[in-house]
């Protein structure tokens, strides 16, 4: 995929792995950190893993339903909806913020999730520590919030976010696995 800006995004690859650890540890308060055995395994289980420059300048990662994929956010989605795609984490270095890579990763991810049947991308976004960049970002994109969490003992508070893919504007944006 090429963006506006000419900046090619590729599959992410194992050989990535030392600038994607680079970028994300340096935002970690913001996603989480990792070390080189578990974004081994977030790679190994995620559907959808695109950066730009190996990983070093932007990156999302994402997973569907089925992931195999202990982290309590992706479990408050997988106890309310049937199909997702999930984004783990999406990170635009801070020198290559404002040139939209971020909002042309999202949107071959959501063209890629339309292809694979999905009818719906999901993310949280912190709002304790906050992270209003983001938050507004992903309000930009069509994402709406559909809940609310402390997480860590209390630590940390997201919202839950959802953004309906095509042909799913009609539907409500709350159907889940549980009807009440």
């Given at each position: 995929?090429?963006?506006?800006?000419?900046?090619?995004?590729?599959?992410?690859?194992?050989?990535?792995?030392?600038?994607?650890?680079?970028?994300?540890?340096?935002?970690?308060?913001?996603?989480?950190?990792?070390?080189?055995?578990?974004?081994?395994q977030l790679l190994t289980i995620s559907c959808y893993a695109r950066g730009i420059d190996h990983g070093t300048t932007a990156m999302l990662i994402a997973l569907d339903q089925n992931a195999e994929y202990d982290n309590p956010n992706f479990q408050w989605f997988r106890s309310r909806y049937e199909r997702f795609i999930y984004v783990d984490r999406i990170i635009v270095s801070s020198t290559a913020r404002g040139r939209g890579l971020a909002r042309s990763l999202y949107r071959d991810l959501f063209a890629w999730s339309e292809l694979a049947g999905q009818r719906q991308v999901v993310c949280e976004v912190n709002i304790r520590p906050p992270?209003?960049?983001?938050?507004?970002?992903?309000?930009?994109?069509?994402?709406?919030?559909?809940?609310?969490?402390?997480?860590?003992?209390?630590?940390?508070?997201?919202?839950?976010?959802?953004?309906?893919?095509?042909?799913?504007?009609?539907?409500?944006?709350?159907?889940?696995?549980?009807?009440?």
């Amino acid at each position: 995929m090429n963006n506006d800006n000419g900046n090619e995004s590729h599959d992410l690859r194992f050989a990535d792995i030392l600038p994607i650890l680079t970028l994300n540890n340096l935002h970690a308060e913001r996603t989480s950190f990792l070390d080189e055995r578990s974004l081994a395994q977030l790679l190994t289980i995620s559907c959808y893993a695109r950066g730009i420059d190996h990983g070093t300048t932007a990156m999302l990662i994402a997973l569907d339903q089925n992931a195999e994929y202990d982290n309590p956010n992706f479990q408050w989605f997988r106890s309310r909806y049937e199909r997702f795609i999930y984004v783990d984490r999406i990170i635009v270095s801070s020198t290559a913020r404002g040139r939209g890579l971020a909002r042309s990763l999202y949107r071959d991810l959501f063209a890629w999730s339309e292809l694979a049947g999905q009818r719906q991308v999901v993310c949280e976004v912190n709002i304790r520590p906050p992270n209003h960049a983001s938050e507004a970002f992903h309000r930009e994109m069509g994402f709406v919030e559909v809940g609310q969490a402390n997480i860590h003992n209390g630590l940390k508070s997201v919202q839950y976010l959802q953004r309906l893919l095509r042909g799913n504007a009609g539907r409500n944006s709350h159907q889940s696995l549980d009807p009440s």
